[in-house]
């Protein structure tokens, strides 16, 4: 029983971060209709940036994340203005196919200037746990996530509360309308590719604080980031919450009771029968079309 | 027998009920004008008779046949097609070869038939001459006449025509009328969902009126216009 | 292509290959007799990807799970059932037939980025199955990260000759798909999707039939590959290099035409066999720049410019 429950939880901790990493990849899904290919080299990235903050200069992991938030921010913009701007109004084909190529090229950047080795971020506080009746829940991964249920939480803040946010709804809901209204739509794809590499780097920094970080993590988390959505619901911010968290259970579980071996092919079959069952996701929200 | 039947068709999205109980027939060679404001439902009940969306509630009947939920290309090779104004033509094909598709697929004809009927439906529409040109190239009026082409060469008996004529001048709009007046001469039957007034008034035997998913009147134009719920749902845009 | 200029090629295609069918009897031998056999096999590799992603316009992002499906296949029935080298291929292509219904039944009822992404899932999961297979299950077949080792393979003209009957078969497949109602349904469904089915296409088992056309030939040219080489290992025959090799050598040569893979293949292997193994690390990168360059600068690739017009994309 105990072991369940501990499985059980080292799933939900980790759903957390899991969700975490999706929450950019459905906003930029559900307000641009890109799918980005290149997704988990932002959290790459946003993994290193702490990494090497801590390792260079001591900062922090947690208190770095404002620096790692606002660099990921400015690299989404520019790579938006530079490349995926031109494909707006393009088929999807396209942006597959370029956010692909962006892949290629910052994950072997990253390759050339890091090496290739793995990497471990340990800061004092890294093997302290928290007991629980006998549950081990270590301290740094109650904080990441902690961290990436206010990270979501923000994001649906600023989402509806917020007069940017509105107005990225109405565009994702109608671009055509939105123009109309004089929301500048270009400017807001611009900002939500932006805010979608910007958390998705906060949300690497979590991962950098949980799993070793190398330059080709990234293609594993967009995947994962894939699954997280596909079980949450394409475009539906809240349900990435609940993805995250089902996903992490499920490895988690599978991981214990099943083998650790083939955890892929577990989560893909997991994958391939909610396409088959339920493509809208647990909600059913999800955009199909 | 009546062509088309529909019982009691409700469709919600969500919370919001886009069609209501809605239910009428159509019997052979009609022309049927739908119209209704903005967000009455004519698009879902055109895209639940074509299959896109399954109903919630209530059946379509078509040639005797229930074809609620089924899939869109089964119902066009049934003989239901639906035109759409949204619709684009295969941009890398050339005109002629647009109509191919339809043809060899939804028609259910050989290729070297298929490229035949292509030509006559070309002549007949109006765009004769044009066969090999590529098809981004052709004017917006051309790509509608080449999207009625499409449904012609499914070999269709009923064509849901939605909102074909937007977007047209007077004149083009005049020889949509002539066109589609030839369609029927064919032995067509048709749905139009308009919001050309002049034209669907002219064109049309019979008119329903949808507002907020549900029919509110239905019958000649002439007594339709005069319908004072008619009126107010468009509040008080008057047929000229 | 105007019929005039299409035939032209094809006679021109058909001398060429007829002239490559001799070579080896005219002395050609050793490296060079390889590189050539190489150049066919990514010919028919990138071909065989463009059936799919090409016509269809769904972007496969994982072929090489078919590559290595079939390499293994037709290593473990070779080894473990000492089934002869073309029975052990033909069953491998079977195999991968199977495995791509079931996949591509799944993923190709909704939108492409759900395809593009689950074939990527599907090539990393079966990856990890020849990897960790033998540990999970308890007995040695799939050989783990030692992979397998095939019984010795008969002279290189055998798979000159053999990787040429595939590239031929290959484009006798794209020229059979331009001309006929199939193709025309594909490209149909490339284009507008909606239109399509609204047109009477079905195009749920379109996209199937092709994706299992073009998976079971991968599968049957991993197969070769792994007769040829005469020891596979999770590593090299499931590497995602070989995924995007035949992505970028049919996007710079024409996605969706029959001399774009063929165009692009040549070309590429060709100049990453004399750059050698230099740049490694930079390879990857100039890869990806390549990409992103010819996504936004060329679109429909270097065919696009042989046609004579650039052509926009959209």
């Known amino acids: 029983m105990i072991l369940f429950l501990q499985s059980l939880i080292n799933g939900i901790l980790l759903g957390g971060i899991y969700a975490a990493c999706a929450a950019g990849f459905s906003l930029a899904f559900g307000v641009m209709g890109i799918v980005n290919l290149s997704h988990g080299d932002f959290v790459m990235l946003g993994a290193f940036v702490t990494y090497w903050l801590f390792v260079l200069l001591g900062w922090d992991p947690f208190l770095t994340l404002p620096i790692t938030l606002t660099l990921l921010f400015f690299l989404g913009l520019l790579l938006q203005k530079l490349t995926l701007n031109r494909l707006t109004g393009a088929p999807p084909i396209m942006s597959y196919l370029l956010t692909f190529g962006l892949h290629l090229v910052l994950s072997s950047l990253a390759l050339r200037a890091w090496t290739a080795d793995y990497r471990t971020l340990n800061p004092s506080y890294a093997g302290l746990n928290f007991n629980l009746f006998g549950l081990v829940l270590p301290y740094s991964r109650l904080s990441t996530f902690s961290l990436a249920l206010i990270l979501i939480f923000g994001l649906y803040l600023f989402l509806y509360r917020t007069e940017m946010g509105r107005a990225i709804r109405a565009t994702a809901q109608d671009g055509e309308m939105a123009r109309l209204l004089g929301i500048r739509i270009f400017k807001i794809y611009a900002v939500t590719f932006a805010i979608s590499a910007a958390i998705t780097g906060v949300a690497g920094s979590l991962v950098a604080q949980t799993f070793v970080v190398y330059p080709q993590m990234g293609l594993p988390f967009t995947v994962t980031a894939f699954c997280v959505v596909v079980l949450g619901g394409l475009g539906y911010v809240p349900g990435t919450l609940f993805g995250g968290v089902i996903l992490g259970v499920f490895e988690s579980l599978a991981t214990t009771y099943l083998t650790a071996g083939l955890s892929l092919v577990l989560t893909f079959l997991l994958l391939l029968v909610m396409l088959i069952l339920r493509p809208g996701g647990v909600f059913g929200k999800g955009a199909l079309e | 027998m009546n062509l088309l039947e529909c019982r009691e068709i409700t469709k919600r999205f969500g919370a919001l009920e886009a069609l209501r109980r809605f239910s009428f027939t159509l019997g052979k060679g009609e022309i049927l004008g739908l119209i209704g404001p903005n967000g009455s439902g004519k698009t879902t009940l055109f895209n639940v008779l074509a299959g896109i969306y399954r109903p919630d509630e209530g059946e379509v009947v078509f040639q005797g046949l229930s074809i609620s939920g089924m899939a869109p290309h089964l119902i066009c090779r049934r003989g239901m097609a639906k035109a759409s104004q949204m ?5 890398e094909m050339s005109v002629l070869e647009n109509l191919l598709v339809p043809g060899m697929y939804g028609g259910r004809l050989g290729f070297k038939q298929a490229r035949e009927q292509a030509s006559k439906i070309l002549n007949l529409v109006g765009l004769e001459g044009l066969n090999d040109v590529p098809s981004r190239e052709i004017s917006l009026s051309q790509r509608r006449q080449l999207e009625l082409g499409r449904v012609l060469m499914t070999g269709a008996e009923l064509l849901l025509l939605d909102e074909i004529m937007a977007g047209l001048n007077p004149t083009e709009v005049e020889g949509a009328i002539r066109l589609l007046l030839r ?41 339709v216009a ?15 | ?12 295609f ?37 059936f799919m992603s090409g016509y269809t316009g769904y972007i496969d992002f994982g072929p090489v799970a078919y590559f290595g499906a079939g390499a293994y296949a037709t290593a473990i029935l070779m080894i473990r059932l000492d089934l002869p080298f073309p029975h052990s291929l033909a069953l491998s292509g079977v195999i991968c037939a199977l495995l791509s219904a079931m996949i591509g039944w799944a993923t190709l009822r909704i939108r492409g980025a759900y395809f593009a992404i689950a074939t990527f899932a599907a090539a990393e999961a079966l990856k990890q199955v020849s990897l960790e297979g033998d540990r999970v299950a308890g007995f040695e077949f799939f050989g783990g990260s030692h992979g397998l080792t095939l019984p010795p393979p008969p002279a290189s003209e055998f798979f000159y000759y053999t990787l040429l009957g595939f590239l031929v078969l290959v484009v006798g497949i794209s020229f059979f798909i331009e001309k006929t109602k199939f193709g025309y349904g594909l490209k149909a469904i490339r284009e507008s999707e909606l239109s399509a089915e609204l047109s009477g296409v079905p195009t749920l088992a379109l996209k199937v ?8 030939l991968i599968g ?3 197969g070769v590959e792994a007769y040829w080489l005469t020891y596979i290992i999770p590593d090299d025959v499931f590497n995602v290099m070989r995924t995007i090799q035949m992505v970028i050598m049919t996007l710079l040569g024409g996605m969706g035409t029959v001399w774009g893979p063929v165009i692009g293949a040549g070309f590429l292997t060709l100049v990453a066999e004399f750059l050698g193994a230099k740049f490694v690390y930079d390879y990857l990168t100039i890869l990806g720049v390549v990409i992103i360059i010819v996504i936004l600068v ?6 696009s410019l042989v046609k004579g017009k650039r052509g926009e994309a959209w």
């Open chain 3, 1 to 12: 292509m105007t019929a005039r200029i299409a035939s032209k090629a094809l006679v021109v």
């Open chain 2, 226 to 240: 005069q319908n004072p719920e008619v009126i107010q749902a468009y509040l008080g845009r008057p047929y000229a």
């Open chain 3, 14 to 50: 058909l001398a060429l290959v007829a002239l490559l069918a001799v070579l080896p009897l005219l002395g050609l031998e050793g490296y060079h007799l390889r590189l050539l056999s190489l150049v066919f096999l990514w010919i028919s590799l990138a071909g065989c990807w463009n």
């Open chain 3, 220 to 222: 049957c040219l991993g």
């Open chain 3, 298 to 303: 060329l679109p429909r690739g270097i065919m």
């Open chain 3, 209 to 216: 039939k092709a994706y299992i056309l073009s998976s079971s």
């Open chain 2, 183 to 223: 369609i029927r001469e064919e032995g067509k039957t048709m749905i139009l969902v308009e919001h050309v007034m002049q034209a669907v008034m002219k064109i049309s035997e019979r008119i329903v009126v949808l507002n907020h998913g549900e029919k509110i009147a239905e019958g000649r134009p002439e007594e």
């Open chain 2, 87 to 91: 619709i684009r033509p295969f941009q």
